[in-house]
């Protein structure tokens, strides 16, 4: 079943797959693709360049694919890939790569606790557990 409340902005240009609900005041924008039995929670905001998996629940604040805070960083066009079975919660940003990388990775069934930062071009293995309000810089 699939649910996009009538609050949330949704890009009619993203690729959403099956099974998926979308809560009130978040925005999907247009280069963005979502894997099926995805769940965003109210106001997640996900940017271009968000590659989510299958199986992702995307809790409440959470902002996904942002512009990554680094001065070298120019508008590049770059992703952010979520592993599927990954849990991000609340208030968590993940950004996107930079020209060094071009991208940012979390691996599959990964658990991000509120309040967490990864910052552009990290690379996050598989089955990787952080706990609330950790802070991760560039290129980890």
Do not use: W
Not at 88 to 101: D, K, Q, S, Y
Not at 114 to 134: C, E, K, M, Q, R
Request: glycine share 8%; with cysteine; proline share 1%.
């Amino acid at each position: 079943m699939n649910s996009i409340s009538d609050k949330a902005v949704v890009s009619s240009k993203a690729k959403i797959g099956k099974n998926f609900s979308i809560g009130h005041f978040s925005i999907v924008e247009d280069d963005v693709e979502i894997g099926d039995n995805v769940s965003i929670a109210s106001s997640a905001i996900i940017h271009n360049g968000a590659r989510i998996s299958s199986r992702v629940r995307i809790y409440h604040s959470a902002v996904l694919s942002c512009e990554p805070q680094d001065l070298k960083f120019s508008g590049e066009s770059t992703i952010l890939e979520v592993g599927e079975n990954s849990v991000i919660r609340e208030f968590v940003t993940l950004a996107r790569g930079t020209n060094a990388r071009g991208k940012s990775v979390i691996g599959k069934n990964c658990y991000i606790m509120a309040y967490a930062h990864i910052a552009h071009d990290s690379l996050i293995g598989n089955n990787v557990i952080l706990s609330n309000a950790v802070n991760m810089g560039g290129h980890v």
